[in-house]
């Protein structure tokens, strides 16, 4: 089983950057991607990025040039950077750690308590 470890998210004014980090943990051999989630009051829980081992990316449109996801293999931790935040960027995220089925992907870690990220307009 894969856990994963979260940083502490935070409160910051539309425009400004945060950055996101998170650790994973246990039987990192069983996947090769991870994936970024983040869920908005009363929303679904979106995936909003995601890397491969290779270190191939894709974003929802939602975030594509503003955020970007990256991860050190070495240290097994996933980051994601993320600009230009706006008011609609008010969440919970997720780090997850997972396998592409094709092109589809499924997260396989146990879900954390997720970090809390707010934008004020």
């Known amino acids: 089983q894969v856990g994963v470890v979260e940083s502490a998210g935070g409160l910051v004014q539309a425009g400004e950057s945060l950055d996101l980090t998170c650790g994973l943990t246990g039987m990192i051999f069983s996947v090769n991607a991870a994936g970024w989630y983040r869920q908005s009051p009363g929303k679904e829980r979106d995936l909003v990025a995601t890397i491969n081992r290779g270190g191939t990316t894709n974003y929802a449109d939602s975030v594509k040039d503003r955020f970007t996801i990256s991860r050190d293999n070495s240290k097994n931790t996933v980051a994601l950077q993320m600009k230009s935040l706006k008011p609609e960027d008010t969440a919970v995220y997720y780090c997850?750690?997972?396998?592409?089925?094709?092109?589809?992907?499924?997260?396989?870690?146990?879900w954390g308590q997720g970090i809390q990220v707010t934008v004020s307009s």
């Open positions: 997850t750690a997972g396998i592409f089925v094709g092109t589809n992907y499924s997260p396989v870690s146990t």
